[in-house]
Structures are given as structure tokens and as C-alpha cells.
């Protein structure tokens, strides 16, 4: 998407004549950019007439700058969209916060459940499952297996068959014992049907949560708006989670979700593992969703800093074999930091425009800086690590957090951009090894 984005307004700055009908054309190809995305197409047309009304065509400054500006005006339109102005949950110590967890069958209730219980523990809070899926068999012995591995106290029942008795005891019982968040798991079907939202609705009574979770599944592309819709209508939910952004969905059904539901999305699902959970950043998702900083930038930026020292060689080695250590990254951190403003840099590094995404130079340099004292708390071995042995022993991250005097979200957050970086690395390394082969073919 980024890349036909970029690539039609490229298109439009290049020709000779700058007129109003290759404003148009360039305007065309972005919102086919933004609908093969999954945007909703009404969201795609009121862009558009957002952008005719706010970018005056024929007033804009010299070519390299009309560029930068429409594809600024983009932007800021579709923050704007994924940008519900309300401020999300946050559940209190010292009282039991009960969270429940609706969306159709397969949408990633059970898992998303366990991550979210791991996020609210390593913060401090008491946190407990409850396994209202009385529908699917095996339900209660998934969660069960995940709670076990995340060391969080579960209920759930393999002979009471209605859901609505199991969530209500299972909520009673963890009161009692004074948890501070209760994670209330439900059932789903295969569509939206009238059974489930019946149930759905029995249980929200029975247990009268104070945040009501809507999972919705990233792949279902266009379909999120008519589903997240739905539910809205039957069982009001505060939040959204959107779960398998790491696959190939391209990310638009999560924007046509909030605009129809005026509700915010919370976290975002990245994986299948219990870690695989990230906070929602609405210009972090933008960008991403553009492809602002991609992996051509990133090599770009080493390569033009290999010169500078004999470590950040190393770490260019390291990428084109499809390799990235947290040590890579903390080279390359240290590198940027010396490199001068921020602001001329964002963009370039998609690494480092997600986690400056809105701070000025100040307070980006500042968060930098932060970035180096979390690297200098891990021990060697973790530092040569490609960041699994944070997953297999999360002590490990409160252990950086207390080290470095940062917090478990900052730990969290870096090695989730990592992660990302690696994963990028990996890729490229996939890419010469395939370039090489074929070369050595001919
Ligand atoms: P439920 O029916 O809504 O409870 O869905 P489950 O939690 O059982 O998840 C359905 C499938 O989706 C499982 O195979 C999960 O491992 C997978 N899944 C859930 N969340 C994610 C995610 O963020 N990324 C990926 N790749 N898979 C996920
Ligand atoms: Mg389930």
C-alpha cells in the first residue's frame, strides 16, 4: 500500500505539468491504494473529499514540498479515523475490574484473554480467568493449558453446561478473593447470529463488567465494519482488540472498526505466543499501515553510517546474512543519537518512527537515550540474543526494568520493535540469499 502510495504522488511530482487533473489522477490511484487495504469505501470517499478541501492544489509550494504535504494530508486524515476520542479503560487496584471478552468464534478470544491477564500481572495486578465457553469442547481445557503457562489462576466447569451460571460463579469466586482484574472468557459462533448475541447479553448481566472487549479478527478485511457493528448494537463494548497483525492482512478493517463503533482499539495482537501483545498507537499504525519507513530506508541508513565505525559494519554484516541481535539495535540506536535531529531522520528508520511517532526532537533524544540505559541493564547474553530468551524468562524484563529505572512497558516496547526489526532483517537476508543463489546459477 505504501509503496502505490508513494509511488502516485511520486508520479505526480515528476510530470512536467502539475495541473489539477494529475492531482485527481494521483488522488484516484491513493484511495484504490486505500481500498485494496480494506478502508470501507465511505471512509475512502469522505478522504478524498477531505483532502480536495484541505490541500489546495495550485497553492502549494514547489514540487518536493507538494509532495511531502499530500502525503502529510493522508496521514493526518486517517489518524484522525483511527482516532475515537475516547479515552479507553483502565482498570484500578484495590477493586475487581471484570473484563469480557466478546467476538466470533476463531477471532482470538482465548488467546488474546491469556495475553492480556500476562499484561495486568507483570503490572502489579491480581489478575484471574474465568472460561464461559461452555460451546465449543475443548474450550475450557485451552484456557486452562494457557493460564498454566502464564501462572494465572483459571475456573471454569466441565460438567455445568450453561454458560451463564459458569461465568457468574466463576466471577463471585474471584471477587471473594479479592482479584483486581477478572477476565471473563465467552463463546463464539461462526457468524453473528442470534443465539450468541442472546447469551452474550445473559452474561453481561449476570456479571455486569465494567469493560466489555470486542476481538475482531484482522483478516476478515472489509467484513469489520458490518461485524464490529453488530455487536456494538447487541452487546456495547468500550474496547477493540485486533488480533493477527502479524499475517498479511493489510490493516484497513481495523480503521472502518473504530469509525463505525466510535470505540477505541486497546492492543493489537502480533503473534500466537503469550507475548504477542502491543499497545495500540494510532500514528504507529498509520505509518505502518502506509509503509512510511521501510525496510529500503533501513538499509539505506546503515549503509550510510558503515563508514563511521567498525560495529555498525558488523551489524550491516549482520543484516544481510538475516541476522539482528538486540546488540544490532542498540548500535544502531547509538549511531542515530549522534547523527543530529530527530525529525530529519523519522520516517527513514521504520524502527524508530514507530517509537518517536509524535515527540518532538526533545523528547524523542530523550526516549533514545532511555533505549540505551534498558540495553545497558542486559547482560551479555542477552544483548547477542535475538530476544526469545525475554519470552522464555519474562523475570528477565522485570529484571531490565528495575536495572535500567524504566518500566516493564518500556522493556515490552523495545523488544517488540525488535522483534519487528528482526523480522525485517530476516527478510532482506531471505532476499540476498535468493539473489546470490540465482547469480551463482548463471
Ligand atoms: P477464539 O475462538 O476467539 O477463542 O479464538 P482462539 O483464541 O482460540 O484463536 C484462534 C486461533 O487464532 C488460534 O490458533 C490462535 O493461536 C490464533 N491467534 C489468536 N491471536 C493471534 C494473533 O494475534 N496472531 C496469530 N498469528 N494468531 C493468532
Ligand atoms: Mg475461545
Redesign the pocket.
Known amino acids: 500500500l505504501g509503496r502505490r502510495i508513494n509511488a502516485a504522488v511520486s508520479d505526480l511530482t515528476r510530470s512536467n505539468s502539475l495541473d489539477e487533473k494529475a492531482f485527481d489522477d494521483m488522488l484516484k490511484e491513493i484511495c484504490a491504494a486505500l481500498l485494496s487495504a480494506d478502508v470501507n469505501v465511505r471512509l475512502v470517499q469522505s478522504l478524498r473529499k477531505s483532502i480536495k478541501t484541505t490541500v489546495h492544489f495550485s497553492s502549494l509550494p514547489p514540487a518536493v514540498n507538494k509532495k511531502r504535504m499530500i502525503q502529510k494530508a493522508v496521514f493526518d486524515h486517517l489518524v484522525a479515523l483511527v482516532n475515537p476520542h475516547a479515552e479507553p479503560f483502565r482498570p484500578k487496584k484495590g477493586r475487581s475490574n471484570v473484563i469480557m471478552m466478546v467476538?466470533?468464534?476463531?477471532?482470538?478470544?482465548?488467546?488474546?484473554c491469556t495475553k492480556l491477564a500476562r499484561h495486568y500481572q507483570m503490572r502489579g495486578l491480581r489478575t484471574a480467568l474465568v472460561c464461559a465457553?461452555t460451546f465449543?469442547a475443548g474450550?475450557f481445557d485451552?484456557l486452562k493449558q494457557n493460564a498454566i503457562k502464564a501462572k494465572i489462576p483459571y475456573y471454569g466447569s466441565l460438567t455445568q453446561t450453561d454458560p451463564v451460571v459458569v461465568a457468574a460463579d466463576g466471577v463471585a469466586q474471584f471477587k471473594k478473593e479479592r482479584f483486581d482484574v477478572i477476565i471473563v472468557?465467552t463463546s463464539?459462533r461462526h457468524k453473528q447470529e442470534a443465539d450468541l448475541f442472546e447469551e452474550m447479553t445473559q452474561i453481561q448481566t449476570a456479571v455486569n463488567p465494567n469493560q466489555t472487549i470486542l476481538?475482531l479478527d484482522s483478516t476478515i478485511g472489509q467484513a469489520a465494519e458490518v461485524q464490529s457493528s453488530a455487536f456494538k448494537a447487541t452487546a456495547d463494548f468500550g474496547a477493540i482488540i485486533i488480533?493477527?497483525?502479524?499475517?498479511h492482512a493489510a490493516g484497513g478493517g481495523a480503521i472502518s472498526a473504530v469509525a463505525a463503533t466510535h470505540t477505541p482499539i486497546i492492543f493489537l495482537?502480533?503473534?500466537?505466543h503469550m507475548m504477542?501483545l502491543e499497545r495500540f498507537e494510532p500514528k504507529a499504525f498509520v505509518q505502518k499501515l502506509l509503509g512510511m519507513g521501510d525496510i529500503a530506508g533501513l538499509v539505506e541508513h546503515v549503509q550510510a553510517i558503515t563508514q563511521d565505525s567498525a560495529s555498525i559494519k558488523e551489524t550491516y554484516k549482520h543484516i544481510t546474512a538475516g541476522i539482528y541481535t538486540l546488540r544490532d539495535f542498540r548500535e544502531n540506536i547509538s549511531s542515530i543519537m549522534k547523527m543530529g535531529p530527530l525529525s530529519k531522520l523519522s520516517g527513514m528508520i521504520p524502527g524508530l518512527s514507530n517509537m518517536t511517532a509524535g515527540l518532538d526532537d526533545e523528547d524523542g533524544s530523550l526516549k533514545l537515550r532511555r533505549m540505551i540505559y534498558l540495553f545497558d541493564s542486559m547482560t551479555a547474553a542477552e544483548l547477542d540474543s535475538d530476544g526469545k530468551i525475554f519470552v522464555d524468562q519474562p523475570s528477565r524484563i522485570v529484571r531490565v526494568a528495575c536495572g535500567s529505572g524504566t518500566s516493564v512497558r518500556e522493556v515490552e516496547d523495545l523488544l517488540s520493535q525488535h522483534r519487528m526489526m528482526a523480522g525485517m532483517a530476516k527478510k532482506v537476508g531471505g532476499q540476498r540469499k535468493q539473489m546470490q543463489r540465482a547469480q551463482n546459477m548463471l
Open positions: 467476538g466470533l468464534q476463531g477471532a482470538g478470544k482465548t488467546t488474546t465457553d465449543r474450550a485451552q472468557d463464539g476481538v488480533t493477527k497483525t502479524d499475517g495482537g502480533t503473534g500466537e504477542d
